[in-house]
Structures are given as structure tokens and as C-alpha cells.
T-cell receptor, first 112, second 114 residues
Framework: AQRVTQPEKLLSVFKGAPVELKCNYS??????LFWYVQYSRQRLQLLLR??SRESIKGFTADLNKGETSFHLKKPFAQEEDSAMYYC??????????????FGQGTILTVHP | DTGVSQDPRHKITKRGQNVTFRCDPI?????LYWYRQTLGQGPEFLTY????????KSRLLSDRFSAERPKGSFSTLEIQRTEQGDSAMYLC????????????FGSGTRLTVV
């Protein structure tokens, strides 16, 4: 069965420091991975997806199939990055549909 | 179109009562998902609709839970004979076919069973 593990419930860094939020997955198929973010009092929203290979708000994430990881990184954290971050794995349920399986989330706090 | 709307935002009910939640997805989105989230946990999949067809329902979902999407637009999630363990945030999300995994979430309905 597919599983997403985020080993850190809480992560604190100071402004300007690098940050890495860890995500590991288990899945027998070809994985598609995502990061979602929830800022205080806002709804859950998509941050980035690995197939896009994009950088959003300075964040990047690289899929490492050998280590089955999809860690989220930012070289210089900002206070506005403080939020709950969820890693998610897309699983095909049939030929034309699928669903996301979410990790437990990591609360990132960036101190001034 | 203001995104995915969920109603009500909060619901407090007595144990044993039935509750119904509504989700209005983005109009162009044919995929609709329901998730449940408890404190300290990530969203947990409940069920999925493609248009009006319910294509998957979590095995964790008891028979007290039922969901509909009668015309392929809005959806309702009903919980019968609520229990304290049903207390959670219920999230609705929608997406287009081409955006695998790219959900737009609603604000959720927070259910408290007393």
C-alpha cells in the first residue's frame, strides 16, 4: 500500500536560514508527488508538484527514487513561510482516476 | 466563481443525530473528493466522484457515511447516528481531469459531536 511519511511534526528555523522539510514515500508504481501548504487561517493549497520541476516562492523539491524521498527545500527561509506543509502521493485507482494520499504534515516556524 | 465552497463552516451536534454537509466545487471541475482531517493528522481520503459517479469509497468509511453528487455539480456528505469519533474537519476538493493531484480545497466543515 502507498504511504507518505513526514518524520518531523515540528521544524523551527531562523529567518534567512536554509530549510528542508522531509518526505519519504512507499509506492510500487511510478510516483507523482506534491507539496501542499496551509497558512494560518487559510485553506489547504497546492505549492508544487514534482513533474513541473518548478520553484514556487523559492521552494524546490526533487524526487529521489533511489531514496524514495521528495524533500522540500528553500535556501533562505522567510517569516511568511511559517505554515503547515503536507507531502502527498498521487495513486492511480483505475485507468482514468486516482487520489492523493497525504502525509501527517510538518509545522514550519520561521523565527525573526 | 469563488472557488470551492463548503457549508456549514461549523456544526455541533449531539451524538446519535444525523448531519449533512454540502460542497460546491469549481464549476469546470468534474472530479470531487471528500477528505477527513483530525488533529495532528493529514487529510484522510473518504470518497471520490467523477461527475455524478462515485468511483471510490474508503474501506475505513462505515456504512453510516454516504455521499452523493446527483447532477455532477454539488455534493453532499451525510453522517448518520453520529459518534464522538466522527468529530473532525471534513474537507472537500475538486480538480480538472488534466490536473492529476492538483486539488482546489474548500475551507472545510468542522464537526463536533457532543
Amino acid at each position: 500500500a502507498q504511504r507518505v511519511t513526514q518524520p518531523e511534526k515540528l521544524l523551527s528555523v531562523f529567518k534567512g536560514a536554509p530549510v528542508e522539510l522531509k518526505c519519504n514515500y512507499s509506492y510500487s508504481g511510478s510516483p507523482e508527488l506534491f507539496w501542499y501548504v496551509q497558512y494560518s487561517r487559510q485553506r489547504l493549497q497546492l505549492l508544487l508538484r514534482h513533474i513541473s520541476r518548478e520553484s514556487i516562492k523559492g521552494f524546490t523539491a526533487d524526487l529521489n527514487k533511489g531514496e524514495t524521498s521528495f524533500h522540500l527545500k528553500k535556501p533562505f527561509a522567510q517569516e511568511e513561510d511559517s505554515a503547515m506543509y503536507y507531502c502527498a502521493l498521487w495513486k492511480l485507482g483505475g485507468t482514468s482516476y486516482g487520489k492523493l494520499t497525504f502525509g501527517q504534515g510538518t509545522i514550519l516556524t520561521v523565527h525573526p | 466563481d469563488t472557488g470551492v465552497s463548503q457549508d456549514p463552516r461549523h456544526k455541533i451536534t449531539k451524538r446519535g443525530q444525523n448531519v449533512t454537509f454540502r460542497c460546491d466545487p469549481i464549476s469546470e471541475h468534474n472530479r470531487l473528493y471528500w477528505y477527513r482531517q483530525t488533529l495532528g493528522q493529514g487529510p484522510e481520503f473518504l470518497t471520490y466522484f467523477q461527475n455524478e459517479a462515485q468511483l471510490e469509497k474508503s474501506r475505513l468509511l462505515s456504512d453510516r457515511f454516504s455521499a452523493e453528487r446527483p447532477k455532477g455539480s454539488f455534493s453532499t456528505l451525510e453522517i448518520q447516528r453520529t459518534e464522538q469519533g466522527d468529530s473532525a474537519m471534513y474537507l472537500c476538493a475538486s480538480s480538472e481531469d488534466r490536473l492529476r493531484g492538483g486539488y482546489t480545497f474548500g475551507s472545510g466543515t468542522r464537526l463536533t459531536v457532543v
